[in-house]
């Protein structure tokens, strides 16, 4: 990293240029969730909802495991944008594209026991069992591609983007939603039909995105094979990998054993329980554009070494978060009932959702701290940290629900959950401060 400074300004506008597409942009992922709940849950089964619920988590804990791929490569690729490296800034992508397609066919040769296991973990009825099983056959085709479009969102986020990952996603999450609807509502293919949308959506925007990378880097010269493979490059790259991979598994456990906790209580809690994880899907996709404009610029700032550029991306993108957040919570607790109708035509479980609604609707203002904190961590490549202050909120979070759920049931449940996002959010909080004075210098070198 070159000793210079590489001054530049962040302000509101610059922000909202790379919160706001992906705002958009992610908000359609748990639109896309709803979507297929609903399609579903309209046949009118509680186990076909939990059948889809429990092959979600299985495949969030595959891609969430390899979201470093995302996350990672948009850290690497804004520093090396700060530091003006353009030659790195192409050799990312490739190593991001490598590791993508060789985890996407080892996860296609080994599905037999990531099924079973899966199965084995999180239980349910053979109702939801043979649901999910089926879910999971068709929907393993896709995992190359899935894996790809996280590297190339994460290349393009890292460059500043943001338009065009907002095109990536909408036309993955648009093309998911409407074969959704079109195979299970038109052709009848049920839970298949939702698995064979989301692989076509999943494969088109791959061919999508490499077509934009070939046209961005038309022209230019690409890095030799020996600086793809530099070991000590790749070593980095596979560091900061090795421990957003850690905390990924860890916040997908986390929620895979919240559904399996939730699938011991019985179909109907599990639907209502999966139906509710929707709310805070959209919360959290609701914060993330902001979270990820602090991926960008602080990355950037690290690559520049510019200290005020970091200081400003955190301040703002903070109190944006918290304003949203507090917007969300209203929008939930006022629409709520209605999205929970929306999503379930059982009575039994519209009602049982409504119990307990009142923690889904709290979820953004409790994990919006989490949410800006992993962007600022993630930017920065502050991998250790990530992944240690993520145990010590999965530790908290298993013990609040061994001394929660024996006194209060499934709302101990929730709570627990709450006190795992909240737990997050402040003991990184913590660690910022230090991190930013070892990675920038001394107080005098703030206003170079």
């Given at each position: 990293m ?13 922000l909202?240029t790379?919160a ?15 979507v ?7 046949l009118g089964s ?5 059948g889809?619920?429990v092959?979600?988590i299985i495949?969030?804990l ?5 979201n ?6 948009t850290?690497?690729?804004?520093q090396?944008?700060g ?14 594209l ?8 080892a996860m ?8 079973e ?5 999180l ?12 879910y999971?056959s068709?929907?393993?085709l ?8 996280y ?7 890292g ?8 095109v990536l996603?909408s ?11 079109l195979?299970?509502?038109g ?7 939702v698995?064979i949308g989301?692989?076509?959506?999943e494969a088109s925007?791959?061919v ?10 038309r022209?230019?010269?690409l ?12 070593v980095r790259?596979?560091g ?7 905390r ?16 011991a209580?019985?179909d109907?809690?599990?639907?209502a ?12 996709y609701?914060?993330d ?6 991926e ?6 690290l690559?520049a ?9 955190v ?24 999205l929970i ?5 059982s009575e039994t479980?519209?009602?049982t959702?409504?119990?307990y609604?009142?923690w889904?609707v709290?979820?953004?203002?409790l994990?919006?701290m989490?949410?800006?904190?992993d962007?600022?961590f993630?930017?920065a490549t502050w991998?250790?940290d ?10 908290l ?9 024996p ?18 959010g ?6 910022c401060g230090v991190r930013?004075?070892?990675?920038f ?6 206003h170079?």
């Amino acid at each position: 990293m070159p000793a210079a400074q590489r001054p530049f300004e962040v302000t509101n506008r610059s922000l909202l240029t790379l919160a706001i597409p992906m705002t958009l942009a992610y908000l359609s992922t748990p639109i896309l969730g709803v979507v297929d709940t609903a399609v579903i849950g309209q046949l009118g089964s509680a186990a076909l909802v939990g059948g889809i619920a429990v092959g979600g988590i299985i495949f969030d804990l595959l891609f969430t495991t390899f979201n470093f791929l995302r996350s990672g490569t948009t850290g690497l690729t804004a520093q090396a944008m700060g530091a003006g490296d353009g030659k790195e800034l192409r050799a990312i992508l490739l190593r991001a594209l490598i590791v993508a397609f060789v985890a996407g066919f080892a996860m296609f040769a080994l599905q037999w026991p990531i099924i079973e296991t899966g199965i084995f973990l999180l239980g349910g009825s053979e109702e939801v069992q043979a649901a999910t099983r089926t879910y999971f056959s068709w929907r393993i085709l896709g995992t190359a591609f899935a894996l790809s479009n996280y590297a190339i969102l994460g290349w393009y986020l890292g460059l500043g983007r943001a338009g065009v990952g907002l095109v990536l996603q909408s036309v993955l999450n648009g093309a998911n939603i409407a074969l959704s609807i079109l195979f299970v509502m038109g052709f009848g293919w049920g839970v298949s039909g939702v698995a064979i949308g989301t692989v076509i959506a999943e494969a088109s925007t791959t061919v999508l995105g490499l077509l934009l990378v070939w046209r961005h880097l038309r022209g230019a010269r690409l890095p030799s094979r020996q600086r793809i493979f530099n070991r000590k490059r790749f070593v980095r790259m596979l560091g900061v990998n090795r421990d957003i991979m850690i905390r990924s598994f860890t916040v997908l456990f986390a929620f895979a054993f919240f559904t399996s906790r939730g699938a011991a209580q019985g179909d109907v809690m599990l639907a209502a329980n999966s139906i509710l994880q929707k709310f805070f899907m959209v919360g959290g996709y609701f914060l993330d554009g902001f979270a990820t404009a602090a991926e960008q610029i602080v990355g950037r700032s690290l690559g520049a070494r510019y200290r005020p550029a970091f200081d400003r991306a955190v301040r703002l993108t903070m109190t944006w978060g918290f304003a949203l957040a507090g917007i969300a919570t209203v929008a939930f607790w006022i629409g709520g009932p209605w999205l929970i109708d929306l999503m379930t035509t059982s009575e039994t479980v519209r009602a049982t959702a409504r119990i307990y609604m009142i923690w889904a609707v709290l979820t953004p203002l409790l994990g919006v701290m989490a949410f800006q904190m992993d962007g600022v961590f993630i930017g920065a490549t502050w991998s250790r940290d990530m992944r240690n202050m993520m145990v010590l909120s999965l530790v908290l979070y298993l013990v609040a629900y061994v001394v929660l759920f024996p006194l209060m049931g499934n709302h101990g449940l929730w709570l627990a959950l709450e006190i795992f996002l909240g737990a997050r959010g402040i003991s990184l909080w913590a660690m910022c401060g230090v991190r930013a004075r070892e990675a920038f210098g001394a107080p005098e070198h703030r206003h170079g």
